[in-house]
């Protein structure tokens, strides 16, 4: 365990410090609490590899795939994600701001700034979008009888 706040907030930007370009998901957290300024950032050129996010409901999943989203967007990555929910589809549009925003953006230590992100919506269905068309053998025997429902 770190002995101060000092030490964790070293311990974190010595961890993270990287070479070029990287993204910026957060930052660290000590006890509950988070700590202004030590910031969580992937290397860019890292990003080509396998990941997973995974945890319980409203642990923080589908706002650190949007953050994945817009950062990459920034840096002008195509980003493809599969939103079922209709979750992600939000960075489309700026946000209209909330104070629990702003609290959150000075806790971590970097200003928000509302933006919108490029969205092109994909479809397999009839649904609004952009119609995906594929071949039977391009799909495979199991999505195929996922979609047709057998």
């Known amino acids: 365990m770190m002995a101060d706040k000092q030490e964790f ?14 993204i910026k998901l ?3 957290m000590l006890e509950g609490e988070t700590v202004t300024d ?6 860019l050129k890292t990003m080509n590899r396998h990941g997973l996010i995974a945890g319980a409901t409203g642990t923080g999943k589908t706002k650190t795939l949007q ?7 920034e840096k002008g990555v195509p980003v493809l994600l ?6 992600l589809s939000g960075i489309a ?3 209209p701001g909330h104070a629990k925003i702003d609290e959150r ?3 971590i230590g970097f200003p928000f700034e509302a933006k919108k992100f490029p969205v092109e919506i994909l479809t397999l269905s009839k649904q609004n979008g952009v119609r995906l068309r ?5 799909f495979g025997p199991v999505l195929i009888s996922r979609i047709l429902g057998v």
């Not at 961890?15 to 070029?20: F, H, L, W």
């Not at 030590?38 to 290397?43: F, N, Q």
């Not at 594929?134 to 391009?138: D, I, K, P, R």
């Open 67 to 73: 953050i994945l989203a817009e950062n990459l967007s």
């Open 9 to 22: 907030f070293d311990y974190i930007n010595a961890g993270y410090t990287t070479k070029g370009e990287f």
């Open 105 to 107: 953006h000075a806790a």
């Open 82 to 87: 599969m939103d079922m929910k209709g979750d």
């Open 26 to 28: 957060g930052a660290a």
């Open 93 to 95: 549009q700026p946000s």
């Open 38 to 43: 030590a910031l969580v950032k992937i290397p």
């Open 134 to 138: 594929a071949t039977v053998s391009e």
